[in-house]
C-alpha cells in the first residue's frame, strides 16, 4: 500500500513539474523572431493576393466576421488578418522592452533588405506615438499606395502593445 502511494505522489507531482519545466528544456521562445516570421509567412504573401491557411502552429480564435484573429501559443504573438491590414501584434501579451528594441532593429533590416521600394514616411503626424516607423510606397492619394508599419500607442512601458502592419493597397 505504501509503495503505491508513494508512486501516486510521484506521479501526480510530476504531471506538474514536467509540464511547467518543459519550458526550461525546451527554452524560450524568440518573441521577436516569431513576429517577424509570423509576418513574413502569412503577412508578406497578401502583397501577391495570396492568403495563407493558418499553419499547425497557430491556434484560431473567436473573432470578428472581417477578421482573421491567430495565435502562436508559445510566443502569445497574434496575427490579425483584415481587408486592408495583416497584422502580427503582441497585444496578448506585450513584450519586453528589450523584445521591442530587437524587433524594431530586426524590422528595420527586413524592410531594407526585402522591400527596397518602401521608403520612411517621415511626415506621418503620428508623433505623440510611443514608436512609430512607416514605410510606403506612391503618395497619399495614390489607390496603389502600400506599406509597412511598426508602432506602438500607449503608455511607455510593458503595458503597451506593439504592432507590425503590412498595409495593403485600396484597389
Same mark, same amino acid.
Given at each position: 500500500?505504501?509503495?503505491?502511494?508513494?508512486?501516486?505522489?510521484?506521479?501526480?507531482?510530476?504531471?506538474?513539474?514536467?509540464?511547467?519545466?518543459?519550458?526550461?528544456?525546451?527554452?524560450?521562445?524568440?518573441?521577436?523572431?516569431?513576429?517577424?516570421?509570423?509576418?513574413?509567412?502569412?503577412?508578406?504573401?497578401?502583397?501577391?493576393?495570396?492568403?495563407?491557411?493558418?499553419?499547425?502552429?497557430?491556434?484560431? @480564435?473567436?473573432?470578428?466576421?472581417?477578421?482573421?484573429?491567430?495565435?502562436?501559443?508559445? *510566443?502569445?504573438?497574434?496575427?490579425?488578418?483584415?481587408?486592408?491590414?495583416?497584422?502580427?501584434?503582441?497585444? @496578448?501579451?506585450?513584450?519586453?522592452?528589450?523584445?521591442?528594441?530587437?524587433?524594431?532593429?530586426?524590422?528595420?533590416?527586413?524592410?531594407?533588405?526585402?522591400?527596397?521600394?518602401?521608403?520612411?514616411?517621415?511626415?506621418?503626424?503620428?508623433? *505623440?506615438?510611443?514608436?512609430?516607423?512607416?514605410?510606403?510606397?506612391?503618395?497619399? !492619394? !495614390?489607390?496603389?499606395?502600400?506599406?509597412?508599419?511598426?508602432?506602438?500607442?500607449?503608455?511607455?512601458?510593458?503595458?503597451?502593445?506593439?504592432?507590425?502592419?503590412?498595409?495593403?493597397?485600396?484597389?
Amino acid at each position: 500500500m505504501r509503495k503505491h502511494i508513494i508512486y501516486t505522489v510521484i506521479i501526480l507531482s510530476g504531471l506538474p513539474v514536467g509540464y511547467f519545466g518543459m519550458e526550461l528544456v525546451v527554452g524560450q521562445t524568440d518573441r521577436p523572431k516569431t513576429a517577424l516570421e509570423l509576418f513574413d509567412n502569412y503577412c508578406v504573401p497578401l502583397i501577391q493576393g495570396e492568403l495563407v491557411e493558418a499553419g499547425p502552429e497557430l491556434l484560431d @480564435l473567436p473573432h470578428l466576421r472581417f477578421e482573421t484573429f491567430w495565435v502562436e501559443p508559445r *510566443s502569445k504573438v497574434a496575427v490579425i488578418i483584415s481587408t486592408k491590414t495583416c497584422t502580427v501584434s503582441d497585444r @496578448l501579451q506585450p513584450m519586453l522592452e528589450s523584445e521591442r528594441m530587437a524587433l524594431s532593429s530586426a524590422v528595420n533590416a527586413m524592410v531594407t533588405a526585402s522591400f527596397p521600394m518602401l521608403r520612411p514616411d517621415l511626415n506621418h503626424g503620428l508623433d *505623440s506615438w510611443d514608436e512609430i516607423q512607416l514605410w510606403i510606397q506612391h503618395p497619399i !492619394d !495614390d489607390e496603389r499606395r502600400w506599406g509597412i508599419w511598426l508602432g506602438r500607442l500607449g503608455q511607455t512601458g510593458e503595458q503597451s502593445s506593439t504592432d507590425l502592419m503590412l498595409l495593403l493597397p485600396q484597389h
